[in-house]
């Protein structure tokens, strides 16, 4: 019942033909071809990518911050600016 007959391909080929024209055909075949062959070659990109970078060392390793460099009592802390809720901002008015 789902098997792809012969006729089937036939039917849709005619179907193909009429909507088409024979002279569109192989242009769109031809760029169809070349899309795929692009998206090949792309995604054979992209999985070389991720196989250098699994093998990749990391260059720097990332340290914890210090304590000192957290919170330094004799270093001025910049002012920040007051909160305003946007919201009450605008029931003010």
């Given at each position: 019942?789902?098997?792809l007959?012969?006729?089937?391909?036939?039917?849709?080929?005619?179907?193909?033909?009429?909507?088409?024209?024979?002279?569109?055909?192989?242009?769109?075949?031809?760029?169809?071809?070349?899309?795929l062959?692009?998206?090949?070659?792309?995604?054979?990109?992209?999985?070389?990518?991720?196989?250098?970078?699994?093998?990749?060392?990391?260059?720097?390793?990332?340290?914890?911050l210090?304590?000192?460099?957290?919170?330094?009592?004799?270093?001025?802390q910049?002012?920040q600016?007051?909160?305003?809720?946007?919201?009450?901002?605008?029931?003010?008015?």
């Amino acid at each position: 019942m789902g098997a792809l007959k012969p006729w089937h391909i036939i039917v849709f080929v005619v179907v193909l033909v009429l909507l088409f024209g024979a002279k569109r055909l192989p242009d769109a075949a031809r760029s169809l071809g070349r899309s795929l062959r692009i998206i090949k070659a792309e995604t054979k990109g992209l999985v070389d990518d991720d196989n250098v970078a699994e093998k990749a060392e990391p260059q720097h390793a990332r340290e914890p911050l210090r304590p000192t460099e957290i919170h330094d009592p004799q270093r001025p802390q910049p002012q920040q600016q007051p909160y305003v809720d946007p919201v009450q901002r605008t029931t003010d008015r």
